[in-house]
């Protein structure tokens, strides 16, 4: 299952070098991570009220071509991973005139609850657990 | 009372147009806030903490000078208002280097308790009105 | 003339008072404002690359009600006053769901060429002058 | 050669997690380098003006625990691989009153010229990366 988020570049996301500064990829990132989890029939809020938090452990951008202000863009989003404790999401960053691709991306999660304890999402919400399971065709 | 703080401008705070972009002076009014708040002899973390929250009514900025990649400002920060409901500071940025005056502002905020519900400051914490009084020369 | 652009509140764009952080309504204005550009016609990108850049005099912002992650928002953009050294928008964000509104604004910018020396745009790009004046219902 | 950078943490760099978005780091990382730079007796300023800009290629953070609203911070940067191509700096960000490390990262940059074109630094300004070879004790 993947997800695809469409992105028109604000003017304050770029910098004087006339691109996209580079910090505001993560912020696409997580927009299209949000449309990822709503594609599956829940909502990040809904999580979170539930008590359930996803603070990120691991961040990883690699870029290779620049986007700039009124581009529209397409980021896709999928789950690349999943243990009990963490959940692995994988990221394309597309202008969509061009089909050019400009940047990939990983960020990697820990499923907590109260007070940012570690959580086995496994045994605090096996059903969530076994859908994500499914998305990434395992059982 | 009026408060200085020190900013070194960041890269990621330009646009393309080689400047600071304008919605980021909200931010360092912020800043200027908290070390106001801090002069004062509190936190505005604490005063969070006790369930105090000063979300924004109005906010008003005149640029009349950019900022740039690098430049060392300071921000004033005063309270020009106070009343049991509502508090206004006012704020100036300068070019340390140059003297120059760049940017003025204002910011309004209410006294809210939980769940955004407005609270008289007088009522609710009479010690710290007092305080807030005596700042702006008040009895 | 008057533009709509619809906004999904980014997880980004919240602070720890769990609501959008004051900042980034001048970011959405702005969003907006390139809607309501390349409603009239033409994009803000060409505008620059014409050598013309609209740097901002003054923001203002009223805040009525807070906007919270995965709320769908309606940001309307129109002109308000134009004069040939500046102009002026105003702008509305409404709750799309809830029909409530929450926050008002405008934004006067100056018209610039290099070097940031104030222009009269009237005698440096008439039509785009006229243009603009007729949008609202001026000759 | 390390350089040290302290932060203020600012409200607005807050989420609704009641830690600082993740997406900050980068901004930070990036305000730790512009001191590196100074540090070795230049501006980054100066070096975008000489002709040569420094986008990133790529960007990992490792996030260990979180940063929260008025913390003070000490960021480190140093480099970590030099070749004509490329610049490779690392980071630390320690919590400054717990001494808690809080995140690792990197960033790899491409030395490029006008219109973005990668440029051998080692050419194209031969005493800059002697310095630079020096500062990480290489010939």
């Not at 990697?108 to 570690?118: C, I, L, P, Q």
């Not at 076994?130 to 065709?137: D, E, H, N, P, T």
Request: include cysteine; charge should be negative; proline fraction near 2%.
């Amino acid at each position: 299952m993947k997800s695809h988020t469409s992105i028109n570049v604000r003017y304050a996301e770029t910098d004087q070098m006339g691109i996209v500064h580079h910090s505001v990829y993560a912020i696409w990132f997580e927009a299209a991570r949000t449309d990822w989890i709503r594609q599956l029939g829940m909502s990040y809020s809904q999580l979170e009220q539930s008590g359930i938090l996803l603070p990120l452990v691991d961040l990883s951008c690699h870029f290779i071509d620049a986007a700039q202000y009124e581009d529209v863009l397409d980021v896709t989003a999928q789950i690349s991973r999943l243990t009990p404790a963490r959940i692995q999401f994988s990221y394309t960053v597309t202008n969509t005139a061009t089909g050019r691709l400009l940047c990939t991306g990983s960020t990697t999660h820990a499923w907590v609850g109260e007070n940012f304890k570690v959580i086995s999402l496994k045994k605090h919400n096996p059903q969530l657990y076994a859908l994500l399971s499914a998305s990434i065709g395992e059982e």
